[in-house]
């Protein structure tokens, strides 16, 4: 049977990055500024999309991730791009430890804040996000939006279709178990494949924070980012709380 690994990265191979990456780059990119020469710090990078697209447009790059499988792939990536950011292998949790100086920009998108351990955890990345901050700094991230969750019972995501690395197809699905709610929430994922010719699956969970705009204002807030926006999407969309799944966080030191 294939691994989680293997899975994952079938899973990453799945989405339409170029799709994504035009939405979100041109966004990061108008709150950078001028990217040449300036520091990125990529949290929870994975396979390195976004750090490679940086760095393309000139940035110093360094994507930190805690599976060696993305972060290999996150090399070839780079190397395939003739790029050359730095990847680490580390725990968001004490992404301190593994990096130093500055940064102009922070990003940490695709719901990763929401899959760290507790609220306590995530106030300590939150912290060390803004001491590794130059003076008027950005920190951007992306995090589903429980209270619109919540509101409207949402459970079940679409299923996406791909392919392992043999060429066997592979159908995800995923869906939440609101039963710890309104702490955190349980995702459950499961792989369908075919492993010599007979279907077969995977199945893992995750705990998942319960993140809302109110939340984060307040946590944000509370370690020292002096300006908080919210928006729906990575076009600057206006955001509401009770209206909107997607969150686009934008913080300045």
Same mark, same amino acid.
């Given at each position: 049977?294939?691994?989680?690994?293997?899975?994952?990265?079938?899973?990453?191979?799945?989405?339409?990055?170029?799709?994504?990456?035009?939405?979100?780059?041109?966004?990061?990119?108008?709150?950078?500024?001028?990217?040449?020469?300036?520091? #990125?710090?990529?949290?929870?990078?994975?396979?390195?999309?976004?750090? #490679?697209?940086?760095?393309?447009?000139?940035?110093?790059? #360094?994507?930190?991730?805690?599976?060696?499988?993305?972060?290999?792939?996150?090399?070839?990536?780079?190397?395939?791009?003739?790029?050359?950011?730095?990847?680490?292998?580390?725990?968001?949790?004490?992404?301190?430890?593994?990096?130093?100086?500055?940064?102009?920009?922070?990003?940490?998108?695709?719901?990763?804040?929401?899959?760290?351990?507790?609220?306590?955890?995530?106030?300590?990345?939150?912290?060390?996000?803004?001491?590794?901050?130059?003076?008027?700094?950005? %920190?951007?991230?992306?995090?589903?939006?429980?209270?619109?969750?919540?509101?409207?019972?949402?459970?079940?995501?679409?299923?996406?279709?791909?392919?392992?690395?043999?060429?066997?197809?592979?159908?995800?699905?995923? %869906?939440?178990?609101?039963?710890?709610?309104?702490?955190?929430?349980?995702?459950?994922?499961?792989?369908?494949?075919? #492993?010599?010719?007979?279907?077969?699956?995977?199945?893992?969970?995750?705990?998942?924070?319960?993140?809302?705009?109110?939340?984060?204002?307040?946590?944000?807030?509370?370690?020292? %980012?002096?300006?908080?926006?919210?928006?729906?999407?990575?076009?600057?969309?206006?955001?509401?709380?009770?209206?909107?799944?997607?969150?686009?966080?934008?913080?300045?030191?």
């Amino acid at each position: 049977m294939s691994s989680f690994d293997d899975v994952a990265l079938a899973y990453d191979e799945a989405i339409d990055w170029e799709r994504r990456l035009a939405k979100e780059i041109p966004f990061i990119l108008s709150r950078l500024g001028t990217p040449r020469g300036k520091r #990125v710090l990529d949290l929870a990078c994975g396979t390195g999309r976004h750090s #490679v697209a940086l760095a393309l447009d000139g940035a110093e790059v #360094v994507g930190i991730d805690n599976s060696e499988v993305m972060i290999n792939r996150a090399v070839e990536h780079a190397t395939s791009k003739g790029v050359t950011p730095s990847f680490i292998i580390g725990d968001m949790a004490e992404f301190q430890s593994t990096i130093d100086g500055q940064y102009d920009l922070i990003i940490c998108l695709g719901n990763s804040l929401a899959l760290l351990y507790d609220l306590n955890i995530l106030e300590k990345v939150l912290t060390s996000v803004y001491e590794s901050l130059c003076d008027d700094g950005i %920190f951007i991230a992306q995090a589903l939006n429980f209270e619109e969750i919540h509101r409207n019972g949402f459970k079940f995501f679409p299923l996406k279709g791909g392919r392992m690395k043999d060429g066997e197809e592979i159908i995800f699905s995923r %869906f939440f178990e609101h039963s710890d709610s309104p702490t955190s929430s349980t995702l459950v994922m499961s792989a369908q494949m075919k #492993v010599q010719g007979e279907w077969t699956s995977l199945v893992s969970t995750q705990n998942v924070l319960n993140l809302n705009s109110n939340l984060m204002k307040r946590i944000l807030a509370q370690v020292g %980012f002096r300006e908080t926006r919210f928006y729906s999407d990575f076009s600057g969309s206006i955001f509401s709380g009770s209206d909107d799944r997607n969150m686009v966080i934008h913080s300045r030191r």
